[in-house]
Every structure is written in structure tokens, then in C-alpha cells.
């Protein structure tokens, strides 16, 4: 049994990484912004980083922490000609500032962090085409060369942290669906032709990643639905 610590754990893959890990015995520190407060979970915003480091330290109230997920991220229909700069902005100051908030305080808190994984996206490897999108995709690109820069000098630092990022492809019934198929002109129709993956099927990922031996490290596991053509 270990003790993890799920930022973005109140819906969708997050959700499912919780429950799963739960399940299996771990003491998870769940953190979001709209999650019941309760011992093992914290109401926090991973823009703040003063709120980020107490995440860490509640887990490590708990005892040694082993893992961090970072399962936040968030996609905003924004196309260039909405001109909507805070969007863009907000998207940003989640996924990327965000990541960089639990990076630097696993740098400062957990020394002995055995594995950090962040769940990425299709979209940060080429350039969603769903539309208003591009912001999203920038972000998701910028956060999955963070942690590869984490892990490089991690290794540098001769730190005993595995650094991976888990990537799936489209994932259905989550809250990053609703926002698409509800703001889009378009009427989008994510999914036609295929079945997306789903939130579980991405924790599975997870909890591979985190039973492998201290000495094999995922550098990535990309997952997509068979039919997703991109
Ligand atoms: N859905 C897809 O098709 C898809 C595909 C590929 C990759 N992904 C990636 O998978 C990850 C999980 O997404 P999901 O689809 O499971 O979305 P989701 O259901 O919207 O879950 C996002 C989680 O992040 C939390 N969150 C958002 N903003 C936050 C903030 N400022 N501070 C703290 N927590 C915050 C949310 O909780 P609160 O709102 O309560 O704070 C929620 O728990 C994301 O990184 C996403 O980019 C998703």
C-alpha cells in the first residue's frame, strides 16, 4: 500500500485514478477546487502555489508520499478570431503554471518522490483539429516539454523519481467534452465513428506505470481509440 497524492481528482480520469488506487489500498490526497473537503481530500486551485505545497504536505501527513498524478487540465473553446485573451490566459495558468506549481513543490517537498506522471494528450504531440482548440493544444504541448525537462534533471540530480507522462487520445464523458460539444458552433460530434476511450481505461495506464519495478521507467504511454485516425 502507498500514499498518492491526485491533483484533479473530482471528475474524469482523475476520478477514475482516485477510486482505482482507493480501491487497491493507497491513502489518496484527492485535490481539486470543487471537492468535498474531507481528510483525505483538499479544496485547492493549482494556480496557487501556497496551495499546491499544503496539497503535498497534507500527503505527507499521511506518511511518505510515493506518487503525484497531475490529471488537471482544462480546454476552453477559444478560436483566434473570439480574440478571447483571458481564455487563452486561463488555459495557460491551468495547464501550464499549474504543472509547474506541482513540479516545483515535489522538487522542494519530495526529494524521495518514487514516480510523478502526468496525464498529457494527443493534442500536445500535433495540433488539435477541434476547433477553438489551439490554445489547448499550445498549453498540453509546453506542459509535456516540462516534464521532460523535469526528468532530465531529475536524472541529472541522480533523484530516484520516475518521470512519465501518460497520453491519451479523445476520452469520453468527461467535463472537456461537455465544454467542446456545448460551446462549439459547429455542433461538434466529437466521437462519430468510433469509441473514445474512457476514464478508466486511462487509470489502468496509471496504475501500470506505478506497478512497474523502481528500475523501469515509462517515459510515455500513449493510448488511443482504435478509429481515431489523428
Ligand atoms: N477528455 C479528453 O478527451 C482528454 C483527452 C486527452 C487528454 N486529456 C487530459 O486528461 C486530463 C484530465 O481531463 P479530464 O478529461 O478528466 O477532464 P475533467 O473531467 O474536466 O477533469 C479535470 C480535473 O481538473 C480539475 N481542475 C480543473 N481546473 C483546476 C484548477 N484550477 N485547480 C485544481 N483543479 C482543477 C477539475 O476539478 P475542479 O473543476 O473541481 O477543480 C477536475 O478534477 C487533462 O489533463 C486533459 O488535458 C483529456
Redesign the pocket.
Same mark, same amino acid.
Given at each position: 500500500m502507498s500514499t498518492g497524492v491526485v491533483?484533479? &481528482?473530482?471528475?474524469? /480520469?482523475?476520478?477514475a485514478v482516485t477510486a482505482s488506487r482507493r480501491k487497491q489500498g493507497d491513502t489518496v490526497v484527492c /485535490?481539486?477546487? %470543487?471537492?468535498e473537503p474531507g481528510p483525505d481530500n483538499v479544496q485547492?486551485?493549482?494556480?496557487d502555489p501556497d496551495a499546491v505545497d499544503r496539497c503535498v504536505s497534507t500527503a505527507f501527513g499521511r506518511g511518505p508520499v510515493d506518487y503525484v498524478v497531475n490529471?488537471?487540465?482544462? &480546454?476552453l473553446y477559444a478560436p483566434l478570431e473570439s480574440a478571447r485573451a483571458d481564455l487563452w490566459k486561463e488555459v495557460f495558468e491551468? %495547464?501550464v503554471l &499549474?504543472l509547474l506549481n506541482v513540479l516545483s513543490s515535489v522538487d522542494r517537498l519530495c526529494p524521495l518522490l518514487r514516480q510523478l506522471i502526468h496525464?498529457?494528450?494527443?493534442?500536445a504531440l500535433r495540433i488539435s483539429e477541434t476547433p477553438g482548440s489551439m490554445s489547448?493544444s499550445l498549453s498540453?504541448l509546453a506542459a509535456h516539454h516540462a516534464v521532460i525537462d523535469y526528468r532530465t534533471r531529475s536524472r541529472g540530480q541522480g533523484r530516484p523519481t520516475k518521470v512519465s507522462t501518460v497520453t +491519451?487520445?479523445?476520452?469520453g464523458g468527461?467535463?472537456?467534452?461537455a465544454v467542446f460539444s456545448r460551446t462549439s458552433p459547429c455542433d461538434l460530434d466529437l466521437y462519430s465513428g468510433f469509441t +473514445?476511450l474512457s476514464?478508466e481505461d /486511462?487509470a489502468a495506464a496509471v496504475d501500470y506505470v506505478l506497478a512497474l519495478p523502481d528500475t523501469v521507467e515509462v517515459r510515455d504511454l500513449t493510448l488511443a481509440p482504435m478509429g481515431q485516425v489523428r
Amino acid at each position: 500500500m502507498s500514499t498518492g497524492v491526485v491533483f484533479g &481528482g473530482s471528475s474524469g /480520469v482523475g476520478a477514475a485514478v482516485t477510486a482505482s488506487r482507493r480501491k487497491q489500498g493507497d491513502t489518496v490526497v484527492c /485535490v481539486a477546487r %470543487n471537492v468535498e473537503p474531507g481528510p483525505d481530500n483538499v479544496q485547492a486551485d493549482i494556480r496557487d502555489p501556497d496551495a499546491v505545497d499544503r496539497c503535498v504536505s497534507t500527503a505527507f501527513g499521511r506518511g511518505p508520499v510515493d506518487y503525484v498524478v497531475n490529471c488537471v487540465g482544462i &480546454g476552453l473553446y477559444a478560436p483566434l478570431e473570439s480574440a478571447r485573451a483571458d481564455l487563452w490566459k486561463e488555459v495557460f495558468e491551468t %495547464n501550464v503554471l &499549474g504543472l509547474l506549481n506541482v513540479l516545483s513543490s515535489v522538487d522542494r517537498l519530495c526529494p524521495l518522490l518514487r514516480q510523478l506522471i502526468h496525464i498529457s494528450s494527443l493534442a500536445a504531440l500535433r495540433i488539435s483539429e477541434t476547433p477553438g482548440s489551439m490554445s489547448y493544444s499550445l498549453s498540453k504541448l509546453a506542459a509535456h516539454h516540462a516534464v521532460i525537462d523535469y526528468r532530465t534533471r531529475s536524472r541529472g540530480q541522480g533523484r530516484p523519481t520516475k518521470v512519465s507522462t501518460v497520453t +491519451p487520445g479523445f476520452i469520453g464523458g468527461t467535463a472537456f467534452e461537455a465544454v467542446f460539444s456545448r460551446t462549439s458552433p459547429c455542433d461538434l460530434d466529437l466521437y462519430s465513428g468510433f469509441t +473514445p476511450l474512457s476514464s478508466e481505461d /486511462v487509470a489502468a495506464a496509471v496504475d501500470y506505470v506505478l506497478a512497474l519495478p523502481d528500475t523501469v521507467e515509462v517515459r510515455d504511454l500513449t493510448l488511443a481509440p482504435m478509429g481515431q485516425v489523428r
